[in-house]
């Protein structure tokens, strides 16, 4: 059984974001970076789906996709396969409008005001368009390391 570890949370909360590549019908690949990600139970990942373009026109062609985050500081890192869906309403949603609250009211937090309100200029408070669900199906370390990098670990 797949299973996102206690270890594995504790590397997105430390993360900046997390990376998620798609791959469109005809097979050409693409990948982004998405700031506000919430894992949701032990084989569950949310994104919020801001401003996504191709991503969101690839899964609704091919829904297999990758995710991977990483902690620079510890150089720890894991990769995440599996299927996606799209969520526009309901539960899901406002779970993705709390992730992109929390990640409002952090950034306020912890940056200078001035740069703060930089941001807010260019980024307003976001309200998502929908949520991606991934329903992890494997997990790899991606860890540099001969014993770690490319490891499978748990499908
Ligand atoms: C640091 C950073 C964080 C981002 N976070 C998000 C996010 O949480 N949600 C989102 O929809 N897009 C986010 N984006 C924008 C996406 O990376 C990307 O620009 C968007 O999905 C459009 O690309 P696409 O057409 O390939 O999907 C972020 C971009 C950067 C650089």
């Known amino acids: 059984m797949v299973k996102i570890t206690d270890e594995m949370k504790e590397v997105s909360q430390k993360s900046h974001g997390w990376a998620l590549a798609t791959v469109s019908k005809e097979g050409?690949?693409?990948v982004i970076a998405v700031g506000n990600v919430k894992i949701?139970?032990?084989?569950?990942i949310l994104l919020a789906d801001n401003f996504m373009g191709k991503t969101v026109k690839n899964i609704k062609e091919n829904p297999e996709v990758a995710a991977a985050v990483w902690d620079w500081d510890n150089v720890l890192g894991y990769q995440f396969k599996g299927t996606a869906r799209i969520e526009y309403s309901g539960e899901m949603l406002e779970e993705a409008a709390a992730v992109d609250m929390a990640s409002a009211k952090s950034r306020k937090k912890n940056l200078p005001p001035e740069v703060f309100a930089k941001l807010l200029e260019r980024i307003p408070v976001l309200k998502p368009k929908a949520a991606i669900i991934i329903t992890v199906k494997s997990i790899y370390n991606i860890s540099p390391g001969r014993r770690t990098a490319g490891k499978l670990l748990s499908s």
């Not at 949701?40 to 569950?44: P, R």
């Open 40 to 44: 949701l139970s032990e084989n569950e």
């Open 28 to 30: 050409i690949p693409n």
